[in-house]
């Protein structure tokens, strides 16, 4: 059965937030990167699950600003198949200071990682999860300017 799911694109000056990963992925093993977002529990909508999400893991407030695209991802990593289905937002920091932060600590249980800003230019050059998420990106005018 697929798992709900909901990203949060933040963005700033052609720059996108970016929670980088090292581990197991589609394309073997490595970094990857996703933006920040989490699991849909029963009986929430994918707007409180981004705010949740953004509060329990970065303890940050944020405003949902645009609903971009819902993206199915399938997927195998190793014998093992993936499959979600994604809301993605465009959401803004609250607090317009945070902007001038250079990454972010992301906490989730005993996971411990960062988000960092991250090129639009250069995403061609990363591995991105969910994978269709780049083009979406790239082809919505909106935020091809970040």
Known sequence: MPTANVLGLVLKNNHILLEKFNGAHSLGEGVYYRPIGGKIEHGESSQATLIREFKEEVDIEIIIDTYISCVENIFNIGNEIGHEITQVYVVKFKDENL??????????????SIAEWIP?????KVYMYPIKLKEIIFHNPFLAEG
């Open 120 to 124: 639009l230019k250069e995403l061609e």
């Open 99 to 112: 902007y001038d932060k250079p990454w972010f600590e992301v906490i989730e249980g005993e996971r411990v």
